[in-house]
């Protein structure tokens, strides 16, 4: 069993919708949680950051995490054709971006 | 700040040449790291250094690759003979301590 799972299966969502994406993951050590977004031909640029379980918030994304389930949420309210993008997990035990773990992400397109 | 900057964007090659990718990572970073990124494994680690030097090369598929940092201002992966499975994208990343990661645009490599 791969230490993060992400079904990288792609999204197509019509402008406006809510897009939902998540993870799960099997190392109970993990603590620090990511979302990394990666334009074509480009690297992953880091989204949301998250400690521990609990929500956060920033603009239109909203990231979820559940350490009792093991699972992870990425929420994009209003999504735009800009947010059109792969969105990669990640996440990572006390030594932090040392050792992170990145899921396969998810191909996300944003219909006008 | 330029970023991370990565070249050569794109190498094609023919098997058993030498690959050289080179990296200079964000000013004032001390740690920086290697990945490559495929379709069917997502994002590795291969190596990471920490104020120039190795500390984790467990993710260094075989001893055809190898990366060094004689500065804190350059770093190489080079892969000696390559093969068709190393074709992949290759990214450099840098941090400062524990902070977010910032990535590179990637080397597209492609082994023929």
């Known amino acids: 069993q791969k230490e993060v799972e992400q079904d990288p299966g792609p999204l197509s969502v019509p402008e406006g919708a809510i897009v939902s994406l998540n993870c799960t993951y099997s190392?109970?050590?993990?603590?620090?949680f990511m979302w990394y977004r990666q334009y074509s031909r480009k690297g992953p640029e880091l989204l949301m950051y998250t400690y521990s379980s609990g929500n956060k918030e920033d603009g239109r994304f909203t990231a979820q995490v559940d350490k009792s389930s093991k699972y992870i949420s990425l929420f994009i309210r209003d999504s735009q054709p800009s947010d059109s993008a792969t969105y990669l997990c990640a996440m990572s035990g006390r030594n932090g971006n040392n050792r992170l773990a990145f899921g396969k992400g998810n191909q996300v397109v944003v219909i006008p | 700040d330029a970023g991370v900057i990565q070249s050569p964007r794109h190498e094609v090659t023919e098997m058993g040449q030498e690959v050289t990718l080179r990296c200079k990572p964000i000013s004032g970073h001390n740690s920086l790291f290697w990945y490559r990124q495929t379709m069917m494994r997502g994002l590795e680690l291969l190596i990471y250094?920490?104020?120039?030097?190795?500390?984790?090369d467990s993710g260094m598929p075989e001893d055809r690759f190898s990366a060094k940092m004689p500065n804190a201002s350059f770093s190489t992966l080079k892969i000696q003979p390559s093969e068709p499975r190393d074709s992949a994208v290759y990214f450099c990343a840098s941090s400062f301590r524990e902070e977010k990661l910032f990535f590179g645009s990637g080397t597209q490599l492609s082994v023929l």
């Open positions: 250094f920490n104020n120039n030097v190795p500390i984790d």
């Open positions: 190392n109970s050590a993990f603590q620090y």
